[in-house]
T-cell receptor
Framework: AQSVTQLDSHVSVSEGTPVLLRCNYS??????LFWYVQHPNKGLQLLLK??????LVKGINGFEAEFKKSETSFHLTKPSAHMSDAAEYFC????????????FGTGTRLQVTL | NAGVMQNPRHLVRRRGQEARLRCSPM?????VYWYRQLPEEGLKFMVY????????ESGMPKERFSAEFPKEGPSILRIQQVVRGDSAAYFC?????????????FGPGTRLLVL
């Protein structure tokens, strides 16, 4: 079965410092990988997605992620955190042939301090 | 282009009542997905529908839950005889095509509270 593991349930960074949110996925043929962000009591917004094109994917709001097949990882990074980045981040996987079902990680809560 | 619409945004029900959650996909999207988010957890897939067809309901509880996406009108997620454990946020998503690479666009969710 497909799965994703988000290695940190909480991450705290100071404003202006780099952000790293870690994600590993279960190995399978042709995964598609996504990062979604959820602000408190809001819906989910797509940050970026990987679909077997370039391994370094750039998303919105300065976020990017690198697909590393050898490590089965898809970590999310941002060079400089902003207070507005504080939210819950979900790493998500889907596979060809699973009728588009998305499998979510358990989420990482990002806190940004002054 | 309006996004995915869900209503109501908040719903309070007493145990034993029925809950009806509605989802209108983005214009041009014919694929609808329902997910449930329990407190402090990620989203869990429930059901995938196309117009008038249930494609995958592997995540739906076997009893009390049903979903439809009629030819006309929104998709409906129905929960009969609600229990406290049904309290959660229910999210609907839509996509224009079928396939694992397609982006699913999420609505704002319906937060169900069962008293």
């Amino acid at each position: 079965a497909q799965s994703v593991t988000q290695l940190d349930s909480h991450v705290s960074v100071s404003e202006g410092t780099p952000v790293l949110l870690r994600c590993n996925y279960s190995s399978s043929y042709s995964p598609s990988l996504f990062w979604y962000v959820q602000h408190p009591n809001k819906g989910l917004q797509l940050l970026l997605k990987y679909t077997s094109a370039a391994t370094l994917v750039k998303g919105i709001n300065g976020f990017e992620a690198e697909f590393k097949k050898s490590e089965t990882s898809f970590h999310l990074t941002k060079p400089s955190a902003h207070m507005s980045d504080a939210a819950e981040y979900f790493c998500v996987v889907s596979y060809t042939g699973t009728a588009s079902k998305l499998t979510f990680g358990t989420g990482t809560r990002l806190q940004v301090t002054l | 282009n309006a996004g995915v619409m869900q209503n109501p945004r908040h719903l309070v029900r007493r145990r034993g009542q029925e809950a009806r959650l509605r989802c209108s996909p983005m214009k041009g999207h014919s694929h609808v997905y329902w997910y449930r988010q329990l407190p402090e957890e990620g989203l869990k897939f429930m059901v995938y529908l196309q117009k008038e067809n249930i494609i995958d309901e592997s995540g739906m509880p076997k009893e009390r839950f049903s979903a439809e996406f009629p030819k006309e009108g929104p998709s409906i997620l129905r929960i009969q005889q609600v229990v406290r454990g049904d309290s959660a946020a229910y999210f609907c998503a839509s996509s224009p095509q079928r396939g694992g690479q397609e982006t699913q666009y999420f609505g704002p969710g319906t937060r169900l509270l069962v008293l």
